[in-house]
């Protein structure tokens, strides 16, 4: 084990070097902090209208300003966060379990089924899946639960290539043989000896998944298939800054500047993951 | 290359006829009938409805109607819009989204291709860092912003460009082909940076450089044609994600394109539109991934010559 340990405490002293990532890092904590504590830390209930008030800019009372039914901005960008943020790990969370299975079998497998199995991914890519989420959310209604599995079932795809080219590069070594014949079932060779080993490249591709989850739920809240009202998400805010924007345009910038942020967070922290666990990729 | 191409369009058929069935049945488990939103009509009227639009026949007969329809090119009657085919629809629709699309990715390849290249030919100058930058910002501001902000700054504070339309105005179609084009041009420059810095630092290009080839030669010639091709292999899945795009692109600028088509069709549960489409856009998705691979193999002649 030294030798794996070796490889995260350097990529952990190369991770704390690059000051993109670091800053990155530091921003996502702080959302994620401010989303957990949304209810003790809003200045109002997202729901809370003063309709007398109506839209205002910023303002000391409203730091960001209010919407159009006198709700405060900055407390609707905090809860957004919530939702915003769970369908991005949760979603990605869904994508990691079934393209990590699907490309550990087939790596591992080789052969037949491995040749099926990533006919089967060639296939599924080359497929407009928005359209197919599209599809379910009208058929099926616009739950949150089905939107997590639909973008979380689209995204997997390429997370089982990289596995499957992880284990492919696995399987013949000397620590994979001996643990074979040493008679170890199945799936505790997935589970302690293949999965430790392609831990790196799964964190890289998770923190690149998330901003591309929280893109895709983002564009179908705003073509009002994603969130419904009451709840909102940074995607529906978006929607309703535009709706407005001609007269206060203050309900666009704030949830887009904060949204395009946590993006940019998310791109230099998964990069820097990137980078430093595995040196050889950082020219590109 | 022939072979490759016949056996991967061999391929697409099946692919696209289980595609078709999936959604067919997928729109059939849909709660309610698709005469069930309006205000309550008679039994009599409902049955001729339903004989009309041949919903009274089994679910079966429905299904193999539709599939040798489609092949006929026949989508079915429009449910919300009566007296409209789906197919009509498609073609009043597709020629505005085939037109946005191509300003887009014109304007994504330009920009892309030349601040790629630039950037990987000026590495670690202000040359690379700043396009690069701006690359960033282009790939974290979805285009559901960046159509907004370019509205807000260009149209109602400037008031230089119409905010909205397609075709109606002068310089109506700059502000949708730049939001849509933007994005793919932030991926095509980091590509076409990443491809070139890749190939040049390869020995046939030293070779070149040591012939006394000009640098401008050396570029054009020889770089680029294995630095653009992670470009080319890119541009097939653009284009389904340009489709995808669109759908906001022509509903931020009102245009009556086929994405509008498809978002109103989603909020009406027009479901023979949504069918048709869905199985139109992704026709058209496969067969552009299979179009961009193919030139994607034909520029790198190790698998050229290998097929």
């Known amino acids: 084990m030294s030798n794996s340990s070796t490889l995260w405490s350097d990529a952990i002293y190369r991770l704390t070097r690059n000051k993109a990532a670091m800053f990155g890092a530091f921003i996502l904590l702080i959302l994620i902090a401010s989303a957990a504590l949304a209810p003790w830390i809003a200045p109002y209930s997202y729901s809370f209208q003063n309709l007398e008030l109506g839209a205002s800019p910023p303002s000391a009372d409203h730091i960001l300003g209010t919407d159009v039914l006198g709700r405060d901005l900055l407390s609707r960008i ?55 989420i599209i599809l379910l959310m009208v058929i099926f209604g616009r739950n949150l639960w089905l939107l997590f599995g639909a973008i979380g079932a689209v995204e997997w795809l390429t997370m089982a290539r990289i596995v499957r080219g992880q284990v492919m590069g696995l399987k013949n070594q000397e620590f994979v043989m001996a643990a074979k014949a040493m008679g170890v079932s199945n799936f505790s060779m997935f589970r302690k000896h293949l999965l430790p080993n392609i831990l790196g490249p799964i964190a890289v591709y998770a923190t690149l998944t998330i901003p591309q989850v929280m893109l895709l739920e983002g564009f179908l809240s705003f073509l009002g298939l994603g969130i419904q009202p009451p709840m909102s ?28 942020i946590t993006l940019f967070a998310l791109n230099f922290f998964g990069d820097g993951l990137r980078d430093a666990l595995d040196p050889k990729t950082t020219d590109n | 290359m022939l072979n490759i191409f016949i056996r991967r369009l061999l391929l697409a058929i099946p692919v696209l006829l289980a595609v078709a069935s999936l959604t067919f049945f997928l729109i059939k488990l849909a709660p309610g009938g698709p005469f069930d939103a309006d205000k309550a009509v008679s039994p009599q009227v409902l049955k001729n409805l339903n004989e009309a639009y041949n919903l ?39 020629p505005v989204t085939f037109e946005l699309a191509f300003y887009a990715i014109l304007i994504a390849l330009l920009i892309g291709v030349s601040s790629g290249v630039l950037a990987a030919l000026k590495r670690n100058t202000f040359l690379d860092f700043i396009p690069m930058a701006i690359a960033m910002i282009g790939i974290c501001v979805p285009t559901f912003l960046m159509g907004p902000l370019l509205v807000l700054i260009f149209g109602i504070n400037l008031e230089i460009l119409p905010v ?64 653009l091709i992670p470009v080319v292999s890119f541009l097939g899945p653009a284009i389904a994600g340009l489709l995808a795009g669109s759908f906001v692109v022509e509903t931020i600028f009102q245009i009556p394109g086929l994405g509008r088509f498809y978002v109103e069709a989603a909020f009406n549960r027009d479901y023979t539109m949504i069918l048709g489409t869905t199985i139109f856009f992704s026709a058209m998705i496969v067969f552009f991934n299979l179009l961009s691979d193919l030139a994607a193999m034909w520029l790198n002649p190790r698998s050229r010559d290998a097929s």
């Open chain 1, 78 to 132: 905090l809860y957004g966060a919530r939702i915003s943020l769970l369908v991005g790990f949760v979603a990605t969370g869904v994508a990691l379990v079934i393209g990590v299975s699907w490309g550990i079998i087939a790596g591992y497998a080789g052969g037949k089924v491995d040749s099926i199995m990533m006919r089967i991914v060639d296939v599924l890519y080359g497929l407009p899946f928005i359209i197919f």
């Open chain 1, 233 to 260: 998400s940074w995607g529906t805010l978006i929607k309703d800054g535009v709706e407005s924007m001609e007269e206060f345009s203050w309900l666009l910038i704030y949830p887009g500047i904060t949204f395009t």
């Open chain 2, 56 to 94: 009274d026949a089994s679910e079966w007969e429905q299904y193999v109607d539709y599939m040798s329809g489609i092949l006929r090119g026949d989508f079915g009657p429009s449910f919300r819009f009566p007296g409209r085919s789906v197919s009509e629809m498609i073609a009043t629709g597709l």
């Open chain 2, 164 to 227: 909205s339309g397609w075709g109606q105005l002068p310089g109506d179609k700059i502000l949708p082909s730049i939001t849509l084009g933007f994005a793919y041009a932030a991926y095509i420059a980091r590509l076409s940076r990443g491809g070139m810095l890749e190939v040049l630092n390869q020995d046939f290009i030293r070779t070149a450089r040591a012939k006394g080839l000009t640098e401008r030669n050396v570029v054009i010639k020889h770089a680029m044609q294995g630095g």
